[in-house]
């Protein structure tokens, strides 16, 4: 790839939780309040919600018993933007690169810039292959 990235580190820890397709918004919309960053996205099969926390998967925790899923303790990269959409191949290198290294990922795209999460002990192993193959990455 030929564009040289700049990618920013996010100090905080993510969680991602996944929800039947069936939740009412009421059920997940108060772990929205006061972040700084998160997404949700929902298909016919499930609703995914990034954001920014740590979460106990703990009975009192659980929002939807037994349907409620989380993965906790992820780090988000931030592909510094705005990026042209006439530019291509961007999470291509971002990770294919990371799966060389059996690093797995989960992707957010916006309109303007690409967000990649790894798994929190993953980070900086990630921050250096993207650094090998010439892209910068700084912390917040």
């Given at each position: 790839?030929?564009?040289?990235?700049?990618?920013?580190?996010?100090?905080?820890?993510?969680?991602?939780?996944?929800?039947?397709?069936?939740?009412?918004?009421?059920v997940y919309l108060h772990l929205i309040d006061n972040?700084?960053?998160?997404?949700?996205?929902?298909?016919?099969?499930?609703?995914?919600?990034?954001?920014s926390h740590k979460y106990a998967d703990t009975p009192?925790?659980?929002?939807?018993?037994?349907?409620?899923?989380?993965?906790?303790?992820?780090?988000?990269?931030?592909?510094?933007?705005?990026?042209?959409?006439?530019?291509?191949?961007?999470?291509?290198?971002?990770?294919?690169?990371?799966?060389?290294?059996?690093?797995?990922?989960?992707?957010?795209?916006?309109?303007?810039?690409?967000?990649?999460?790894?798994?929190?002990?993953?980070?900086?192993?990630?921050?250096?292959?993207?650094?090998?193959?010439?892209?910068?990455?700084?912390?917040?």
């Amino acid at each position: 790839m030929a564009i040289q990235l700049n990618l920013v580190l996010n100090k905080l820890d993510y969680t991602i939780h996944r929800f039947p397709p069936s939740t009412p918004a009421s059920v997940y919309l108060h772990l929205i309040d006061n972040q700084p960053w998160y997404t949700i996205t929902k298909t016919d099969e499930e609703i995914s919600l990034v954001v920014s926390h740590k979460y106990a998967d703990t009975p009192e925790n659980q929002l939807v018993p037994n349907e409620h899923k989380i993965s906790p303790d992820w780090r988000c990269f931030k592909v510094s933007g705005p990026l042209d959409f006439s530019i291509v191949g961007i999470m291509a290198n971002l990770s294919g690169a990371l799966a060389e290294h059996k690093i797995s990922v989960f992707v957010v795209s916006t309109y303007d810039t690409d967000y990649i999460l790894v798994k929190e002990d993953k980070a900086q192993e990630a921050k250096q292959v993207w650094e090998t193959i010439g892209h910068s990455v700084s912390s917040l």
